[in-house]
């Protein structure tokens, strides 16, 4: 079956470090890749997504590329912020029924 | 204007009780979801529905059913709540294809005395 593997977090960064969130995933079809966020007592919202092989995502300074040779859809941002504190859950979908498999989630905490 | 609503935000009830959380969403979506997080943020998938169709009903217990009147609304009833009910419950929809993401509500936090 279908699944995500993300990176254990917590991650803790300084503010303007340098942010990598690793996602691989296993898949039976050929899937969509979606990174979402989760803010503090929030649902989930898009981040951003890449529907088809070295397709670029990007969005508020964060980017992932799709690379099917490695399976894997890594979440970068160049220089983090405190408000980027938050669990960030890579996904996929083969669009079976339109499901969403969901990594384990990593939490990122930005300090001053 | 809430894309996708759910009330309520909070629930506090003991074992054995019945609730039921409802969703509405104003994005004129076919698809609808319920989730399960748990308290180490693990998302699980419970149930979908496509126009008021179910279309994938994970390993659940029968103590939950989902109901949608309509297209736009999907409630979750939960019988004889138990203390591993315990979560945030999300409703999520989106569109027919599968490039188009999810859009979550905020969720309803559940907790069982």
């Known amino acids: 079956g279908d699944s995500v593997t993300q990176m254990e977090g917590p991650v803790t960064l300084s503010e303007e470090a340098f942010l990598t969130i690793n996602c691989t995933y296993t898949a039976t079809g050929y899937p969509s890749l979606f990174w979402y966020v989760q803010y503090p007592g929030e649902g989930l919202q898009l981040l951003l997504k890449a529907t088809k092989a070295d397709d670029k995502g990007s969005n508020k300074g964060f980017e992932a590329t799709y690379r099917k040779e490695t399976t894997s859809f890594h979440l970068e941002k160049g220089s983090v912020q405190v408000s980027d504190s938050a669990v960030y859950f890579c996904a996929l979908n083969t669009g079976t029924a339109s499901k969403l498999t969901f990594g384990t989630g990593t939490r990122l905490q930005v300090t001053l | 204007d809430t894309a996708v609503s759910q009330t309520p935000k909070y629930l506090v009830t003991q074992m054995g009780n019945d609730k039921s959380i409802k969703c509405e969403q104003n994005l004129g979506h076919d698809t609808m979801y319920w989730y399960k997080q748990d308290s180490k943020k693990f998302l699980k998938i419970m149930f979908s529905y496509n126009n008021k169709e179910l279309i994938i009903n994970e390993t659940v217990p029968n103590r939950f059913s989902p109901k949608s009147p309509d297209k736009a609304h999907l409630n979750l009833h939960i019988n004889s709540l138990e203390l591993g009910d315990s979560a945030v419950y999300f409703c999520?929809?989106?569109?027919?294809?599968?490039?188009?993401?999810?859009?979550f509500g905020d969720g309803t936090r559940l907790s069982i005395l």
């Open positions: 999520a929809s989106s569109g027919r294809d599968r490039d188009q993401p999810q859009h």
